[in-house]
């Protein structure tokens, strides 16, 4: 089973820039050959613009599921932490590691999704995440690093635990 993501633009004048990050999250995706990173197979365009086809999710979002016993919530932050390992290996930085962006499939596996606020390291141009997760460093125009990410592994799991932000 597949799933498809569909790049949607509203104004015109944004059309080229998020194209090009549509692009660019699924060329990363491509490159990040994971388990507990959501696997993309193809890049398209149709009558409708521009799509990806990735491996279809069973399950829920952390968002659904929380709060979970602690056993649980455990090793769902550490499927999150390992696949951050390796998007920080290739120094990028996810950005919005949150509920939204946890799935959680039927066999127990904890899958990282969205890209699309993927930068790397350095002063990104904007700000970009769910506001409970982003680390200071994005609200105060300094560099990020793996650090911005695992601030908001800190934040998933108390949401985890706790099912409410910090």
Not at 35 to 59: F, H, R, T
Not at 151 to 163: E, H, I, K, M
Request: hydrophobic share 40%.
């Amino acid at each position: 089973e597949i799933a498809h993501k569909r790049l949607r633009v509203d104004k015109e004048e944004q059309r080229p820039r998020i194209r090009a990050l549509f692009q660019r999250e699924y060329d990363t995706l491509a490159r990040l050959k994971h388990p507990n990173i959501v696997e993309v197979y193809d890049y398209g365009y149709d009558e409708q613009g521009a799509y990806y086809v990735m491996e279809w999710l069973s399950g829920d979002d952390l968002s659904k599921r929380a709060p979970l016993p602690y056993r649980e919530a455990c090793a769902v932050l550490r499927d999150v932490a390992s696949a951050l390992a390796l998007v920080h290996t290739r120094r990028f930085v996810h950005r919005d590691v949150s509920p939204n962006n946890v799935r959680l499939t039927r066999n127990g596996v904890a899958k990282l999704i969205d890209f699309g606020a993927l930068t790397t390291f350095g002063r990104p141009a904007e700000i970009a995440g769910t506001p409970a997760f982003i680390a200071p460093e994005c609200l105060r125009d300094l560099q990020l690093d793996q650090r911005t990410d695992i601030y908001a592994l800190g934040a998933l799991a108390y949401w985890a635990l706790s099912g409410r932000p910090a």
